[in-house]
């Protein structure tokens, strides 16, 4: 799939590519004949209409380019005079047949191709003035031109499609990034879910045989309520995560005051520290506005205090700051003691499913709440990350005020 992708992006930006070099390429030898041709057509409408001006080889000055000749007919088609140094002139047989091509046209400016001359015919009342001028070097420099144009092209295109390739590589990575994750993901939740619904199916196939008394039926009982509330609490998280990660939630964005939001998130996880023989103490500075969505940052304060509860140390301590950090930025920290987190943990710890204890999935951690509050800091256009020394693990999230 990831191939494929890659494939339809270089196409698409080669395509695109040979379209814009075509046109390019096209409009410069447009140009470029047009140009000449004009150059060309002027001096010998200047020949025609001023034929006094007319000098020989190497006198020519102004905007007159050789080689050229002109002819001057009596009103009868007899030649009267000639004109130009670079033309044998005296051959009649020659000068005949350019003067039928040319009085015989329809037009006043050809091209007689076989002899490679372009043709001005202008009509006075003493008679008629042919102008006639070398094409050969224009065609030549058109077609240099036109090798110079393909090669360009060629180079460009080959350039391009290199460019491509390695662009593509760069533009597919988040789309292989997110392929991988999803696949991850699948995964991780498929095992999590794996455990709660064989616990089920064996405690339900159990109550089905009558040797077990109604003690041990209400024991089967208790252990599919259980994993049915765990199963539920995984797909509540993994619903959460999903929306924190959709961008509906942005329409929502609005003026808030952070520092309330922390204190009143953290006031229900007094009691609970507490019955569990730890502290928590807050420092919340005043009147820390930020621009987002109240209910998505109070989650962000809940998910960061309950890893906390459950990963601090037995009578630990729990400390919660909110200060400003230079003029437009603020940083929540949660820290707690407990057992020091490995560096190669801290590098992992908001990914999904991810936990440094795997024992503590079966006590309603799914490894889902840090990956959800990153998901809301970065809607939120903050950054989040963890720390661990001194014996103390924190985690710290820095917003934009608003």
């Known amino acids: 799939m990831i191939r494929k992708l890659r494939v339809k992006f270089v196409l698409v930006n080669m395509a695109i590519v040979s379209i814009m070099l075509g046109v390019i390429l096209g409009m410069v030898l447009y140009f470029t004949s047009a140009d000449l ?82 043709y001005y015919r ?53 789309v292989e990034r997110a392929w991988t994750q999803q696949g991850q993901f699948v995964a991780a939740a498929s095992h999590e879910l794996k455990t709660p619904l064989t616990v089920i199916m064996t405690s339900a196939e159990l109550l089905q045989d009558p040797a077990y008394d109604e003690e041990k039926r209400k024991t089967f009982l208790a252990g599919i309520l259980t994993m049915s509330r765990q ?29 309330a939001v922390v204190a009143q998130a953290a006031l229900p996880f007094e009691a609970v520290f507490y019955e569990r023989g730890q502290s928590l103490t807050s ?64 590098e992992n710890i908001f990914k999904r499913f991810y936990r440094c204890d795997p024992a503590r999935s079966r006590n309603g951690s799914f490894g889902l709440g840090l990956s959800i509050a990153q998901s809301i800091v970065t809607q939120h256009r903050g950054r989040i990350w963890a720390e661990s020394k001194n014996e103390e693990n924190s985690f710290f999230v820095e917003l934009p005020c608003a």
Not at 78 to 103: C, E, K, P, R
């Open 122 to 174: 202008l009509d006075t009342p003493a008679g008629r003035c042919l102008v006639f001028a070398d094409i050969s070097s224009e065609q030549a420099t058109l077609n240099g031109l036109v090798k110079t144009c393909v090669l360009i092209g060629a180079v460009s295109f080959l350039a391009f499609l290199v460019v491509s390739i390695l662009l593509s590589k760069w533009a597919v990575r988040p």
């Open 37 to 118: 041709e004009q150059e060309s057509i002027r001096m010998m409408q200047d020949l025609a209409t001023q034929p006094l001006q007319l000098r020989g080889p190497g006198e020519q000055q102004g905007e007159v380019r050789l080689p050229f000749f002109t002819l001057h007919l009596s009103p009868y088609g007899d030649v009267v005079s000639t004109g130009g140094g670079y033309y044998d002139l005296s051959d009649d047989a020659f000068l005949n047949t350019l003067i039928d091509q040319a009085m015989f046209s329809a037009k006043r400016l050809g091209v007689i191709e076989e002899y490679d001359l372009r």
């Open 231 to 259: 199963m539920k609490g995984l797909i509540e998280q993994m619903l959460e995560l999903a929306r924190s990660e959709g961008a509906q939630t942005k329409s929502v964005f609005g003026r808030v005051n952070l520092s």
């Open 283 to 346: 420092s919340i500075a005043d009147e820390i506005q930020v621009c987002g969505d109240e209910g998505s940052l109070r989650q962000v304060v809940e998910i960061l205090l309950d890893n906390a509860l459950k990963y601090a140390s037995p009578g630990g301590a729990v400390r919660m700051t909110l200060e400003r950090k230079g003029r437009s930025r603020c940083l929540l920290t949660v820290a707690n003691q407990g057992e020091p987190i490995a560096p190669e943990d801290l």
